[in-house]
């Protein structure tokens, strides 16, 4: 069981940049893959991106390639998310979510045992 707590949302122009961070408690971090998601109210939540518990390889899904990136520090027990170039499409509440190795890169909402609170990311024109 690991805690986690997002931070770095905020209220953002078209074109802009921001970086969510996760920071983990009662655990390390290491033992998890770790994925940033994302919803909108009245959809369902999305996987944005995965991480491997080394940080080796990542995953991120077509919308945001290019422009997203995850990333983790272990030693630190952070996940990160930088996003550049951000659209108004990308308005969501964005949560970090950790998973069992075994499920890694999944996309189920349910192979994910721990989740953040959740920070809003709102980009205008």
């Known amino acids: 069981l690991v805690q986690l707590v997002e931070s770095g949302g905020d209220s953002v122009q078209a074109g802009g940049s921001l970086t969510l961070s996760c920071v983990a408690s009662?655990?390390?971090?290491?033992?998890?893959?770790m994925a940033w998601w994302r919803q909108v109210p009245g959809r369902e939540r999305e996987a944005v991106a995965t991480?491997?518990?080394?940080?080796?390889?990542?995953d991120v899904v077509p919308s945001v390639k290019g422009r997203f990136t995850i990333s983790r520090d272990n030693a630190k027990n952070t996940l990160y998310l930088q996003m550049n170039d951000l659209k108004p499409e990308d308005t969501a509440t964005y949560y970090c979510?950790?998973?069992?190795?075994?499920?890694?890169?999944?996309?189920?909402?349910?192979?994910?045992?721990?989740w953040g609170q959740g920070t809003q990311v709102t980009v205008t024109n």
């Open positions: 991480i491997f518990t080394s940080g080796s390889r990542t």
């Open positions: 009662g655990d390390r971090l290491v033992r998890y893959c």
């Open positions: 979510a950790a998973a069992n190795p075994d499920y890694c890169y999944s996309r189920r909402t349910d192979h994910y045992n721990d």
